[in-house]
């Protein structure tokens, strides 16, 4: 067999990585500087400890399931709805794109992206809803992410990773301990208001005229258009002088607009008659589904199980992981068919 000349590739181990982010901004996380690992590991030949992270995060069972997760409308008829797993792959782009303009660590900003939302329940954050009473303190998606990669599927990530995945929500407190999490923290905002006001649009929910107009005229078009003027406010806003604090943050005329954008996404999308006209059946499923499982462990798969932890905790492992269509399959299984609860489609096909 003919050698490739010797100019045709270069080989690049996981040192020449580490020597490649020294060019980063002096606020970017170098991954030969990670707080390392519950669990010390040997490094690895060709990838950093965030490259793995993101490897292992990719081949996880939680990964897999996002796919049939519900991102806003229950049940949609439709292809091109987006699901927990395009929104996970948006917000992915996102996240890069900004580490990306801020000389941030992007292998990093990927990994968390990528883990984001692991912990969500089926049914979207009704499936929160559903859970908080069994949970002291409410139960919340981000923990349970967390909880995933620590305890259920034990991934070892590093603990750059773990906090971006525990603080991504804006609802948290302490916010990420890295630039690199505050940019996740923008692309999920960016991703579900930009490609659910178009889902919205598409279904008939709402018009385009009826986006408020200040977001209308900053961000555009819903899409690609949204989401690129969207990303360019941040980077404008994180390099701004007037940026004292050093965080990453959107330009303050954009955030306005921002705002407005969502709260109109929570009045007239999130908490509209299509979106909510279905929330007491698919809390009434989760809750039927936790009782049942309270009353018999015993149909809690080994697999997926913490046999360290409480009852209650394991019910809601299990149940939390389930996507949309096997909790209603299970639901219609366990319960005859005068208590069967169904989810018809509630928007058109796209």
């Excluded at 439709?78 to 699901?83: E, L, M, Q």
Aim: aromatic residues 6%.
């Amino acid at each position: 067999m003919t050698a490739a000349p010797a100019s045709t590739f270069r080989f690049t181990d996981r040192a020449a990585r580490e020597r490649a982010e020294e060019q980063l901004a002096p606020a970017a996380v170098r991954s030969s500087a990670t707080r390392g690992r519950a669990h010390p590991e040997p490094e690895d030949q060709l990838r950093t400890a965030f490259e793995r992270d993101r490897d292992r995060i990719l081949h996880a069972k939680a990964f897999r399931r996002l796919k049939h997760k519900t991102q806003v409308f229950l049940n949609p008829d439709g292809d091109h709805y987006v699901t927990r797993l395009t929104h996970t792959l948006q917000v992915t782009q996102v996240a890069r794109s900004l580490a990306r303009a801020l000389a941030l660590n992007e292998t990093l900003a990927e990994a968390i992206a990528l883990a984001h939302d692991l912990g969500h329940s089926p049914f979207g954050h009704l499936g929160e809803d559903a859970l908080e009473p069994y949970v002291p303190g409410g139960w919340h998606h981000a923990a349970q992410g967390v909880r995933i990669v620590e305890v259920l599927e034990q991934l070892n990530l590093t603990w750059e990773v773990r906090d971006g995945v525990r603080a991504h929500s804006w609802k948290i407190d302490p916010p990420p301990s890295t630039h690199e999490g505050e940019c996740v923290r923008y692309a999920d905002r960016i991703g579900y208001l930009s490609h659910d006001a178009l889902d919205a649009i598409r279904a008939g929910v709402v018009r385009f005229q009826d986006l408020p107009e200040r977001a209308r005229d900053v961000f555009g078009e819903p899409g690609s258009e949204m989401v690129g003027t969207m990303i360019e406010a941040v980077v404008e806003g994180s390099l701004s002088p007037g940026n004292t604090a050093g965080a990453v943050v959107m330009a303050p005329a954009p955030l306005e607009a921002m705002h407005e954008l969502r709260a109109f996404m929570f009045e007239r999308v999130y908490n509209s008659q299509t979106a909510a006209g279905q929330k007491h059946v698919a809390i009434d499923v989760i809750r039927r589904l936790v009782d049942h499982h309270l009353a018999h462990p015993e149909l809690i798969p080994a697999s997926y199980r913490d046999t360290e932890a409480d009852a209650v905790t394991q019910v809601v492992d299990y149940v939390s992981g389930m996507t949309d269509r096997f909790a209603l399959s299970m639901h219609d299984r366990l319960f005859d068919s005068d208590a069967t609860i169904r989810m018809t489609p509630l928007l058109p096909p796209l």
